[in-house]
């Protein structure tokens, strides 16, 4: 069992003080930090891709899962960056997904694009596909979409 513990390592190899770190130290730490980033997700902890913070992922509001994991502080800094770069299809899906976590957890509501309603500077915002009409503008009738002034899009917006 000793060696084990030892890992294959004789204290010989030890690396000198003052000396850079080798290759080989640095692979291991990273695979050593990876290990520990696996282990604390069995217990329920997980880590912002962003700012790199570990929240409890017990509390779903804390971290937005689209593929990659962003906490709600990171929110509108990542969302801003990273929605340009996605094709439309995913962005859309996206977009939905994240308007609908942004209004469960984090009291964001719907505003129509448009409205005469005066947004606070500070407020996060995204526009999104109206979910009514999916985009069209129009309602099965043919009549122009309320929930979005007949734009196809609305405003989904989270208070600071
Ligand atoms: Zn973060
Ligand atoms: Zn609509």
């Known amino acids: 069992m000793q060696a084990e513990f030892n890992n294959g390592h004789s204290p010989a190899e030890a690396h000198e003080p003052g000396e850079p770190p080798s290759f080989e130290t640095l692979a291991r730490l990273e695979r050593d930090v990876n290990d520990l980033i696996g282990a604390l997700a069995l217990l329920g902890v997980k880590r912002c891709g962003h700012c790199k913070q570990f929240?409890?992922?017990?509390?779903?509001g804390a971290l937005f899962d689209c593929g990659e994991l962003v906490c709600f502080g990171c929110i509108r800094e990542w969302w801003s960056s990273y929605s340009g770069k996605l094709h439309v299809t995913s962005r859309d899906e996206i977009e939905r997904?994240?308007?609908?976590?942004?209004?469960?957890?984090?009291?964001?509501?719907?505003?129509?694009?448009?409205?005469?309603?005066?947004?606070?500077?500070?407020?996060?915002?995204?526009v999104t596909t109206c979910s009514e009409c999916r985009g069209s503008g129009k309602l099965l009738e043919g009549q122009r979409c309320r929930f979005c002034n007949g734009l196809g899009t609305v405003w989904i917006v989270v208070p600071s």
Not at 55 to 60: L, Q
Not at 97 to 114: D, N
């Open 55 to 60: 929240f409890r992922s017990s509390d779903p």
């Open 97 to 126: 997904k994240l308007s609908a976590w942004l209004r469960k957890y984090h009291q964001a509501e719907i505003v129509k694009e448009g409205s005469d309603k005066q947004l606070p500077p500070g407020d996060f915002q995204i």
